[in-house]
């Protein structure tokens, strides 16, 4: 990644000696085991490369390697069709020793590099007022830095282990079902977990629970809302907790006892609420990573602003890599498909009924749905019996509860595990 800072004449981060030390460790070592290490341990990759000449004679050795040569000068030279370049490498004094620390450096360079390029398009988007020009910034500055790490030996695994056991119990956000919290411990940070059910389920109001649970036991929780306006999720809120009909707080005709338990129940809101119309998934990530949030809702993916499904898979991978950056637990609402809604009975969902299911499918943690008993019509019947159950769980068994919904608190109340 190449740029000169142009407006001041000076060249961007990089370091040719390093650059130069790691280049030329690996022509005079010609072990394949020092190669691995820059690639599989460090990640080294030739795009960290300042100079054009220096990323191509790494992508050359690394070819000749793949082929089980040894890349020598002349090899590697000939690939690059510059060999004097090359044999200027090897002489070059640096120790082969510290290959690894050069490599470092070279990384550490590059990810200047791309602050450098950030901090100029969020100039321009700035002057030119431009969402997306900003958006690109902020993916610039939280892309991961290390994404082939995959593969780990016994004895690495092992420290994995001895890690996780020191940490001690790893505490979980609760559900306000015990039988859902029984069956996947709880919500944990850095873990997406997508909320589905029929239009006018209550998927929503699971999800207003979630989080006034999770106040209620001490975290930091908060709400992107870009279905229905802040007033109306508060007197959802309101009527849960005065025990004032959802309809009479709606009308706004309260008596007076009415109005003195909306009074206190007003003193006792869980949760902030962010009106994210309009929001791009960037500007939701960045809001989120901005605050310090222990549990996030976001109400309803799907109006985040998208016109194909592969907009889609960058939304949910914008904000699941979100989440797991700022180690908040995120749960977010989705819209099923059209097609199986149009059922006079409208069936018990499964995780391919989500729309654009294969775009959220990797990314989810866990997939959860609310569905209700229905009448013949299709209606939910009055005595709101419903059930919610995860469908698909990383860490979890699959499973469910009864639950009830109250028209007046507007909130589902469990009856048993399933």
Not at 356 to 377: I, K, L, W
Not at 383 to 398: V, Y
Request: hydrophobic share 40%; glycine share 8%; charged share 25%.
């Amino acid at each position: 990644m190449q740029t000169d800072d142009a407006e001041n004449g000076v060249p961007p981060p990089h370091s040719v000696e390093a650059e130069q030390g790691v280049l030329g460790a690996l022509l005079l070592t010609g072990n394949p085991s020092v190669l691995k290490t820059l690639l599989t341990e460090e990640d080294l990759r030739p795009e960290h490369f300042y100079l054009p000449l220096h990323a191509n004679i790494f992508r050359a050795i690394i070819a000749i390697s793949d082929e089980g040569a040894v890349p020598d000068v002349n090899l590697v030279g000939a690939r690059v069709n510059n060999i004097p370049e090359v044999d200027a490498l090897t002489g070059a004094g640096f120790a082969t020793a510290n290959v690894v620390t050069y490599a470092r450096i070279v990384k550490e360079k590059a990810r200047w590099r791309k602050v450098l390029i950030a901090g100029h398009t969020l100039v321009q988007a700035a002057a030119t007022e431009d969402r997306k020009l900003e958006d690109e910034a902020d993916e610039l500055l939280t892309e991961p830095e290390a994404v082939h790490q995959s593969s780990y030996t016994p004895e690495q695994l092992q420290d994995l282990v001895f890690a996780r056991l020191e940490q001690g119990e790893v505490p979980t956000i609760p559900l306000p079902f015990m039988g859902l919290t029984a069956l996947c411990g709880g919500l944990r940070r850095g873990e997406m977990v997508l909320l589905g059910g029929h239009t006018s389920f209550g998927k929503s109001l699971v999800l207003d629970h979630m989080l006034t649970k999770a106040t209620q036991a001490g975290y930091k929780s908060h709400l992107y809302l870009n279905e229905m306006n802040a007033e109306q999720r508060v007197d959802r809120f309101l009527a849960a907790e005065s025990g004032v009909p959802f309809g009479r707080i709606r009308s706004n005709k309260l008596a007076q006892e009415e109005m003195s338990a909306l009074l206190a129940a007003a003193e006792n809101i869980p949760f902030g609420i962010t009106d994210a119309a309009g929001w791009s998934a960037e500007e939701i990530a960045r809001h989120m990573r901005y605050h310090d949030f222990d549990f996030v809702g976001v109400d309803i993916l799907h109006l985040i602003d998208h016109t194909e499904e592969k907009d889609l898979n960058r939304i949910s991978r914008v904000l699941n890599q979100a989440s797991k950056i700022a180690q908040v637990a995120l749960v977010a609402t989705v819209h099923l498909n059209r097609g199986r809604s149009l059922q006079a009975v409208r069936p018990r969902p499964v995780v391919t009924d989500i729309k654009g299911s294969s775009s959220f499918e990797q990314q989810a943690d866990m997939v959860m749905f609310v569905h209700r008993e229905q009448d013949v019509h299709g209606e939910p019947t009055d005595d709101g019996k419903a059930e919610l159950f995860i469908a698909k769980g990383r860490n979890t068994r699959l499973g469910g509860v009864d639950v009830w919904l109250n028209p007046n608190t507007m909130r589902f109340q469990e009856n048993s595990w399933l």
